[in-house]
């Protein structure tokens, strides 16, 4: 299945390439299974692709934000565990003010905004570093519903957005799985994302 076209901060196709909403912004080119991955990871260049070191989950949609480069990439996965049941997390790496990271969040603005106003909420594992993240208040019919974290990792946000929210606390390291060459054909796809 081919990558579909849309904006990275709404829902709008974009078939001519110009989101209607917000004429400015790059193009999302996103998809579910093994060739829409390849091909993201193809587009991604110098932005990774990060998951999670979960044991076992199931990867139904990766997309990457392009401008005249990558800009951003996604990468939604799905699973289930004992304590929450099911549960998606969604992970966005991405250059400020291109929007993907707040539209997943469900965030009226393109970036973060007062989330760092405070101490950090966690910390995550990248290449050995720890990463603080800080929570982000964002609307929601259920508290419980999803929780959204944010932090600066390479001079880019990373976005970790968890439903239902108990489900961060299954991360706790991050992997780039656009660097997995061969292994990546063990990967299972699958699903849809709730965003």
Do not use: Q
């Not at 299945?1 to 790059?26: D, F, K, Q």
């Not at 005249?68 to 990439?73: G, L, N």
């Not at 950090?120 to 964002?138: L, S």
């Amino acid at each position: 299945m081919p990558l579909i076209n849309e904006c990275p901060c709404c829902s709008t196709p974009t078939a001519e390439g110009v989101c209607s909403r917000h004429p400015g912004a790059a193009i999302l080119k996103r998809g579910g299974g093994y060739d829409a991955f390849a091909e993201v990871v193809g587009l991604s260049g110098e932005v990774p692709i990060y998951a999670p070191e979960l044991p076992d989950f199931v990867i139904s949609t990766t997309g990457c934000a392009m401008a005249s480069r990558c800009v951003a990439t996604v990468l939604t996965l799905t699973g289930a565990d004992a304590l929450d049941g099911d549960y998606e997390v969604t992970i966005v790496v991405e250059e400020p003010l291109v929007g993907l990271g707040a539209r997943i969040a469900g965030l009226a603005h393109a970036d973060p905004g007062e989330a760092f106003a405070n101490a950090p909420a966690m910390h995550v594992r990248i290449e050995g570093h720890h990463v603080p993240m800080w929570e982000v208040d964002v609307p929601a019919d259920e508290p419980l519903s999803r929780a959204t974290f944010v932090g600066e990792w390479g001079g880019r946000w990373l976005w970790l957005v968890a439903r239902p929210a108990t489900a961060v606390m299954l991360v706790s390291a991050l992997r780039d799985v656009g660097d997995l060459g061969p292994l990546a054909v063990e990967l299972e796809f699958g699903g849809s994302p709730g965003w």
